[in-house]
Each structure stands twice: as structure tokens, then as C-alpha cells.
């Protein structure tokens, strides 16, 4: 079975909501998703007693409806779903998301068997299944959505995930980052597409640029392997596994019914492949952020820049912590920081201590930065700061926009917690491929995983 | 010398300004903070040309106030100090704070000679000095601040910071978490008053429970091994050390001029006198509030309640990776979980996954809740979750409060990033002694650190 098989997934024409609630009920999330998003298409709700729903006419049954269906969203009684699933094969349609839990990762014989006879149906029928207990498909270029007030917006992130509500969630923290996504596909217990299928589908969208994961467990292995070897170095992906410990583990088979598998052989095959492992959300973010605006290049030489003294220090650490080198800096770019910064307070090696009147007298920091940027012994510069009052603060960012639209070399802000309180100020950095994170330890990690990644692909001889 | 004559600088009656800019220029800072906290005492500005600065009186030198002065805060030109100084003894000045800076952060012989002389004239004169290259003092209770728009309200923690600008991000971030500072001083290059004797003054204020710092090295070994020594389990000292690789070591010295020392050693003292370790200032947060709102009480068995199925997995990891253990329900518990529960999409083992439904009943989430704060097997709870909407948060975050107030046992919240977007939403909790955590990871940590303070105290026969 090839990753084309999933195209109906990705691209209906026209779905059928089956168990659609009337009312504000869990499962009405789909419809009102469809709806947000602007479905191009028909949306057919399907309710045992309802003759219309939102003022969309309403069918009885799935076979009523009277023309094609490309996807069904399956959300009805647990008892109703293997019914449901024949009258899909009967209306031939091409692919099921089924919401609908309370199968495998209840851990007893009757679920697995339940889930088995599913893709048993669906192979006889000629579709493919999402799910079980899973949210399905977000993708803005379909207009899909499993959730309203998703972004519109399709960007270069892919993401899988078994946990429906990661999704709702991680999109909430990639929106006020101006990160966004072209498909994401939460995917339950998995009973007939896995993972594996997917991360090869993404692959080969070359809308696609950067491909994350939550992930639980697989059912199989062998394709796991061969997926990810596919994958290697060619794109990143960046992984989040879950259930390393006993309790995580028993956790991961009560939610998705997954088998979580043993922690050491994960570790290998993501050395193996180059896949970047993350340990929970915010790293996730982190890393994510770094790959989307930072560009493949250089060998990781940092500088930093700070105005508070303190966290310039705590820098310097982190940076040499994640295993990057601290940028010795060129004679003339020396020579041109004196001419720039007061002579007290101030540090001009790196660590750059550009001192706290900066806040005050913007140019100590734009200048140095400026100065920084056409050093050819530096390829990243770490820069903390603000300005002392939101206006100022605006001036900065202005600035560090401005430098960036002249060079390519990679311009990381930390907004510092408490220094720019204010998030909407830094939406201008994010547009212009600035990533901004809370610390610098946070930054240096993402910087340090995603030149990794990059060693990565030069010893594969993917990139030079 | 004993703690005892810091007192002058905590406390001080009368204050000058010496050096206080007329415009909005970095060292006015001093004189608005003050303000703005509605110092009690009488403030003199003292400039060489200017005869009224913000409607205050102003001196052209310090000899030349008529009225007894306690405190000097200098921010008057490095070539002037020395005077300056020498007026602080012939006015019998009890205490200065310095916050010119070029002395031995410079890392060059003259800057630590002339702290030399800067420690003799102050022995001479009677007076302690803080600094130079700082920011000083913060203590509302004396209505002392080193910048504008600090809180007003005294709490019980107290923060020694060799990084002035630390004091205003770190206290910002604990602000808008409503957490409230006793004391904090930033004390910078320490050529009098250093780390070990401020620590030695913290421990002795009863009005101070939990004491952090943030440091880069200190001037003396023996001192701060005593210091250390009497405060080991008596009060929780959570210690953000920098300075620990050959990059972070050179910062600090040109920051503060500080000798950070050897890291295996100061890793040796944490453990040996139960110092609490944090590497970055989010996790220096996350634990000062951990020990802020909760009990140093029972045996760290956790129960977590989610929402969201994957978060679940998750913070069963980071729970068990924390050294927690998880606890076992009581049979009573889980009868009662399975009344309040639905049948599918969820999971009644720990961690408890209450079901997507429940952003929509907040009874799933409350009475949950209740269950297990009755349960005699569980010490804390950490619950994932909020309302599907606003007016459904403001709901969950009621009930949390209402079941918080007639219990002891630790309950802890993770407003997971893109699930409570609001923050304001939060401060119920915080106020009722529940902190929240942006991830169940660093609640975890938290919590855990606590928890193995709370061994050693009982190891050391502090605690039973």
C-alpha cells in the first residue's frame, strides 16, 4: 500500500459527519471546524433523529445521502461504528477519520479484535482509516479542520500526532509564534494508517518542510525502520516520544492502546537516522521554531549580546554547554565596537555586555548588532534585550528587522521573561525569520539540535 | 562583623542620591523607584550644578546636606568614588550602595586594588558598602526599590543577586505569578559586603522563608562554607550558580569580576548542605513557587488528572523521571471515579484521564478532584486541564480554589501553553497556594526538588 492511497484523506470532496451532536457536545468540534475553515465542498450530517443540523439538511443514515462521499467523520455511539463502517464500504467512500474510542486502549482482547475486523472492513471496501479515538485531520489547504478558530493559513510544518488534543494545543502555541502548518493528523490507536505511512506521505509532499511527532508507540516495526530510513537527513523530523518510563508506558497503552516498546531501541534509531529527539512541549516548540526561520548553514559559531550582565553570563554557559563554540571575534569587528559602546559597564568580548544603559540608547545594541553581522567568523548572534519602555522596545525590534533583512546568518532574540512582557511586540521578529525564545538555554539547545542535524546531513553527503 | 550592621542598609532613615542624573538617563532609576514606593524618610539629591532635581532640594556635595544621612547610593563618575566615599565617613554614613561600575570587573590589577581601598575607608568610616557595579537594595517593608513600578507588597522570599539586572526581570516574572519578595540585593563585585554574610542576614529574618540567589563566585571560601553550614535545612536555599564552563567562567569575571570557581566543588557544598540546584531562571521560578504555596509535608506520591489523553502520558514520564512515585488509588477511589466518569475515553488508573468531554463538565475535572484530595494514598495531585471556553476556565479555576481551601494536600495545575492562553485567568490560583506550571515536566521537577529538600530536612532531624 503506497503513501498515494492517502490522498482522499488529505483532499475530499465532500465529507459526512456520521453522529453529529445537535448541541454543544464534544464531537461537534468537526462540523464547526468544517465550517470555520470554509469547506469548499458539500458536508453532509448524519443524525438517527435530526432532519437538520446548523441549517444543513440531515440524513438518517449514511446511505441515505444521495450523492457521493469522499470521507466520513465517524463520531457515533461505539456500538454503532462496525455498522457504520459497512455502510461506508457500501457508499464507497474513500477515507474514514473515526473519532469514536473505546476499543484497544481499553487493553482487553475485545478491542484489538474490534480494531482488526475495522481494517478488515476497510480493506474489503477499498478505504482507509484514521483512528480510532483520534481528532483526524487538520490541513488549510483542504479546508479541514478538527477544530474551529484554527489558523487558515497553510505554512511548512507537518505534524503527527496519536493525541487529539496535542493538536488543538500545540497549533495554539505555534499561532502566537506566527509558525504554521500544512497538514497535521492526529491518529489515535492507529488501527489501519500508522505512523509510518504517514511520515512517508509527508515526505513527499514538497510542501512539506519540517516534519514533527507525538508519538506513543507503532504497531509494527519493520515499517517504522524502513520509514524513518527513508527519511533520514532529508527532512527533519523531530520526535517527541512518550511511555520511556513504567508509568508512562502503562499510561501510553490506556490512551491510544499503544505499545510504547523499549526507550534503547528508540535512542538507536534516532541516532541512526538523524531524527532530533525532544523531551515535551516546549521543546518541541523550541526546536520546530529554529528549523523554520534558521537556515542549514555555517558551523555553529555563536556570539552573544546582551544588555542585563547577568543572563549574558548564564548565556555563555548554555552556549558552551550545548556543544556549540563561542565566536572569536574579528579585529576590525573589535575595533568598531569601542567606537560604539561606553567605556564601563560594558564587555566587549564574547559574551558582548553591550551594558544596561543600551535599553536607554537603542544604537549600542542595533550598532554592535550591525557590526556583528559582517563579521565572517560568526555565523549566529544570540541577542537578549529590550527596550526600556514598549516604545523603545518597538525601536528594537524594528531594528533587529531591518539587520535581518540584510544577512542570512542566523539572528536568535531572547525575550528575556519579565524584559518584553508584551508578546504581540515581537510578532515583526517571527515574520522576518527571527525565532525568539524565553531563555538562553532554550535558544542554544534548538541552535545546537539543528546544526546536528546539519553535521547530520553533510556526512550523509545531503548537504555540503 | 555579624550580620547585625547590615542592618543601616535595609533600614535606612534618610537617603542621598549622589550622582542622580537630572534627564531619563540609566542612574535615575534609583531616585523613581524610590518615589514610587513612598519612601518614608527625607531624600537628598546630590549634583554638582543642578539645585532642585524632581522637586527635591539638591546639593552640589554629599558634606553638604545638612541633616544626618543613613545611606549613600552613588552613582556619581568612576574617578569620583574615592571622594565620595571619604564624605560617606566624614558625614557618618551607615551604609552605601555603589553602583558605579569599572573597578575589577575590568579584570585588570587597578579595579581590584581599588575595591581594596574602597573596603578600608569604609571599615575606617564605620559603614558597609554594597557593590560597586550594582543595583542594591529592593525591601518594600523599608519602601526601598532600585527602579520604578516594583510591587509594594512585601513576601517572604528573599533573592541575593550578583546581577542588578536580575532583580527587575526576575521580579516582573514573579509579579505577574503573584509572588512577593521580602528582600533582594544585588550586590555585584562584593568588595564588603558579600555573598555568605547577606545569606547568614536572610536566615536571620524570620519575615524571610525561602531565600534564592543568583551568583557567579565569591570573594572568600571559608565564609561561604560557614554560611552554607547554618543554613542547611533551615531554610530552603535554591542556588542559580553560573559560571560553570571555561565561556560562562570569562563572563563572569569581566561581569563582576568574580572568580567563579571549580564547579565539582560547589556541586559537592549544594549536596552536602541540601542547597537546592537550578541551571536557569525559569526553573529558579518554578521552584521558589513550589515551596511558596506548598507544605513540606508527606511522601511525594503523585496522582495526575488530565483532560488531554497524550499530556497524561506525558506527566506519567516526567513523573516517574522525577523520582516521584506514583500513587496507588484507594479502592473507595476509583468506585467513586467510575460514578463520576463516562465509560469510554477515559482511563481511571493514575494518571487519571478525565476525557475530552470534560472541558465541557468541569464535574469530571471537580469531582475528581475531590475523590483523591480524600484519598489517604495520595500526597499531590497535578491536574491538566481548563474549560472549553473562557467563562468555563473562569468555573475550573473556581472549583480548584473551593476544593484547595479545605485541603493540605498539594495541588498543583499545568496550564498546558495553548490551553489557559490567558494568564490573568490564573491569579485565583495562585492566590489559594495552588501554583500552575506551563508543562507537567517542570511541575514535576519542582515538586520533586521539594520533596528531596524535605528528605534531607528530615535526615538532619529539622523536620519529622
Redesign the interface.
Known sequence: MSAKDLNALFNPRSIALVGVPRG???GKVFLLGLMDQGFKGPIYPVHPSASEIDGLKTYPRLIDVPDPVDMAIIMSP?ETVMDVLEECAVKEVKAVILYT??FS??GDEKGRKEEERMREIARRGGFRIIGP?CMGIYSPASQLAPFPEMPRVPGSVGFL??????V??????CT?KKLYFRHIVSYGNSCDVDFPELLEWMRDDDNVRIICA?L?GVREGKSLVKALKMIAGRKPLIM?K???????R???T???GSLAGKPHLWKMLFRQYGIIEV????EL?DIVMAFYHLLLKGQGRVVIVS???????????????SGLS?ASLGEQTVKRLRGILP???V?L???I?VG??AS?DLRHYLDTLDALVQDGGVDAIVILGGGATNELTEQYVEGLVRIKKASDKAIIAVA????I?QEELLAPLYESGIPVY????RAFRAYAKMMRFYQFQKARGIAD
Chains 1, 2 share one sequence.
Open positions: 454543544l457536545k464534544a461505539r474510542s473505546g486502549e481499553l479515538n500526532s496519536q493525541s487529539g488534543s496535542l488543538h494545543l500545540f497549533t495554539n502555541m502566537s507525538y506513543e517527541w512518550v511511555g520511556e518510563t513504567d508509568a508512562g502503562r499510561a501510553a490506556s490512551h491510544t523531551s515535551d512541549i516546549e516548540l544588555g542585563p550582565g547577568g543572563p549574558a553570563v548564564s548565556a555563555a554557559d548554555a552556549a558552551e554547554r563561542m567605556t564601563t559597564g564587555s568580548k564574547n559574551p555586555d544596561m544603559a536607554f528575556y521573561p519579565g524584559f512582557t524565553p531563555t538562553p538555554k
